[in-house]
Each structure stands twice: as C-alpha cells, then as structure tokens.
C-alpha cells in the first residue's frame, strides 16, 4: 500500500439513535447504551420479548431478534444517486454504520462496537411500507430482486445484545465471524 487512499477503511459507528416511543425515525443521539439480552437503554423496542408493534399481534412471547438495528451509510449515498434524501435514524436504526458490509455478514457474526458492546447479528431487516410513508418510492430501493427472482433487502440487518456497553459515533467496529459453514442473513 502505497498512500492513504490504498489502506483500509476502519469500520466505525457513525451515528446513534433511539427512541421511547413508536415513531419510524428515531432521533440522533450523543451515546447510546446497550443492555445484555434487551437491546437499546430506553428504546421502545427493547425487551427480550418482540417489541415491533407486527410481530406483537402475531405472537407476544417471541424471542426478540430485533433489538438493535444497524444499517450501513453507504446506503444513503446509494438512494441519493437515485433522488433520495436520508440521515441517520431516518429510517429507525439504532446504529448507523460506515465501512462494513453489514449484509455480507454470516448469522451469528459477533460486532464490537467500541470498547464493550457485542451485538449477535440475527438476520435482515425486513422493510416495510412505512419505508413509502417515508418518501414515496424509497421502499423500491430497498428491496428489489436480482437476475435470478430472489429478493434483496438493503435495509439493514438485526441483532441481539450478547455484551451490553455505551457506543458513540467515532467508535470501530470490528467482527468475529461464527464457526464454518456460514449460514447466510436471512429475514428476521
């Protein structure tokens, strides 16, 4: 590696965000602190039972899979080339990402967000219609099908919490990939 610009990009958190009430975007934040088993300190969907208002109709006392959601920055610059204007939290993650390629990951993988934080990455975030309530369109952009039919959803990905910690923006992010073979991130 020759320059700067050859030399990896380190993962990092680049924003934060909760929320104590049900609302599709979630305000950003200084700090965030992740609770072992919960999810988000004061988010609404925190809990080790399913907080999402859809999953709660269906069943109450399924696993909550879906504690933390993260989702990557490159994304929003991926919308903006098709018109779309996003920030962090605009579409409910609770961390947003920058240098990782979140939906490469393996179930399982283990994320270290800064010094304490583990999060379990559980499976995809499934988007949903409020994602056109948002910006009409939008829903399009994440979650489309490649050549072959199957369904892509760039929307994020899912995770429990295995180590609770407070997380900033600015901290790394780095990864410990599960035991071989992989299973690959499907919808949670």
């Known amino acids: 590696m020759n320059s700067a610009t050859d030399a990896p990009r380190t993962a990092q958190v680049t924003a934060v965000s909760s929320n104590g009430v049900y609302s599709f975007t979630k305000p950003l934040r200084g700090h965030i602190t992740l609770l072992a088993g919960l999810g988000v300190e004061g988010d609404v969907h925190a809990g ?18 879906r504690q933390v959601h993260l989702i990557q920055q490159e994304l929003f610059a991926e919308v903006g080339e098709a018109g779309f204007k996003v920030e962090p939290g605009q579409l409910g993650e609770n961390v947003t990402t920058a240098g990782i390629d979140l939906l490469g990951l393996p179930t399982g993988a283990l994320l270290h967000l800064g010094d304490e934080a583990v999060v379990e990455v ?10 056109d309530n948002f910006q009409h369109g939008l829903l399009k ?13 760039k929307g994020g990905i899912m995770g429990v919490v295995h180590q609770g910690g407070t997380i900033r923006p600015g901290d790394t992010i780095t990864v410990t990939l599960p035991p071989e073979p992989h299973t690959p991130l499907h919808r949670v």
């Open 48 to 65: 080790v039972t399913v907080k999402h208002r859809s999953r709660v109709a269906q069943d109450p006392t399924q696993p909550n899979l």
């Open 122 to 131: 559980t499976g995809l975030r499934n988007p949903c219609l409020q994602i």
């Open 141 to 153: 952009q994440l979650v489309s099908r490649d050549s072959e039919g199957r369904v892509i959803r």
